[in-house]
């Protein structure tokens, strides 16, 4: 057995996807600590990846008590939405390997490198928060996630309360009566519609595999021109190509991919003739040892991209992908 398959136990009875709605100056006071004492009162490990100002509200008022908390980077787990979503996945998967059932509480940042009032970063956040109530849940070890109402519109805390499947009170955790499980919430995001494509977006038609290797070239030329890394621009193409190669395979030819700047994103989209739907939870689930190059184009594109959107309609398959230049050029591990 690897150090990150599950294990016996602890495992998915264990697992709560806690939300825990920051709606008044002292609701860390009077809700999050109360949580926290119990669980350190009870020797649980806590696991916290939060504000600075939520740390320090923490640390005072715990004392001494707070030393028994870990404590996690927010800046360098809050990267890529991809990145965000794997990372809290394999510290879990690790805990798990050594029989740990830590408690995570996370205080997720939108604003790391992009704007957290743009409603598709926040959407495509959700959709991992959503999915990983079934990824998470073989390791045990439960998630509560601090969203700020005064940031957030109520919309968004709206979605928010349907992806956990549990909301933290003063009286503690209790099953939350607007969780919606992964496959329902993520049923038809794919019939959404994309935003129109500029005129000023360079524009490749693609008729076989063959010609992968001229759109690598021209998207590296172009990404290159921009203030991106090497890294950056080396993700761009692998992220653009596994997607234009998984609509030769798995679409219809030819394959259009569009490419053009958006402010300080670089956006890539490639369509194919194919119009068969994207499966809801296509590229959330890391691809096993036995997929074959066309199996991991999606995931790939997910992890490399900020965030990707899809779109289907008859005849016509979407695949988007955003690359804002701050966070694309960071390269965590």
């Not at 700020?148 to 968004?156: A, G, I, K, M």
């Not at 809801?280 to 997929?291: F, I, L, Q």
Request: charged share 25%.
């Amino acid at each position: 057995m690897s150090r990150h398959e599950p294990r016996a136990a602890p495992g998915a009875d264990t697992f709560f996807h806690t939300a825990l709605v920051l709606d008044a100056a002292r609701t860390v006071e009077t809700v999050l600590l109360p949580q926290l004492r119990r669980l350190l009162d009870a020797g649980e490990p806590v696991f916290m990846v939060v504000s600075d100002h939520t740390a320090a509200v923490v640390r005072r008022s715990l004392g001494a008590a707070g030393g028994a908390l870990q404590w996690g980077d927010s800046a360098g787990m809050y990267q890529r939405l991809g990145f965000t979503y794997e990372g809290f996945r394999r510290h879990l998967a690790a805990e798990h390997a050594d029989g740990r059932r830590v408690h995570v509480i996370a205080e997720p940042d939108l604003t790391a490198g992009g704007d957290d009032t743009t409603p598709s970063r926040a959407v495509e956040y959700l959709a991992y928060e959503s999915i990983c109530n079934d990824t998470y849940a073989p390791y045990g070890c439960p998630v509560t996630c601090l969203w700020d109402s005064r940031r957030h519109p109520p919309e968004l805390i709206d979605q928010v309360r349907k992806v956990h499947d549990h909301e933290l009170t003063e009286d503690g955790p209790i099953p939350s009566p607007a969780y919606v499980p992964p496959g329902d919430y993520l049923a038809g995001r794919d019939a959404a519609p994309l935003d129109d494509v500029p005129d000023s977006a360079r524009d490749l038609r693609l008729g076989d595999a063959a010609e992968l290797g001229r759109l690598r070239a021209v998207l590296r030329s172009s990404a290159g021109r921009g203030p991106f890394t090497d890294q950056a621009v080396d993700d761009i193409v692998v992220a653009a190509t596994e997607v234009a190669a998984n609509g030769l395979v798995h679409g219809a030819a030819p394959v259009r991919v569009r490419f053009w700047r958006h402010g300080d994103t670089f956006v890539v989209q490639a369509d194919d003739r194919g119009g068969y739907p994207v499966p809801p939870d296509a590229g959330y689930r890391p691809p096993g040892p036995s997929a074959g190059p066309g199996g991991r184009g999606l995931w790939l594109a997910r992890q490399l991209a900020d965030t990707v959107s899809t779109h289907t309609s008859p005849g016509h398959t979407s695949v988007r992908m955003h690359f804002p230049i701050e966070i694309t050029n960071r390269n965590p591990s």
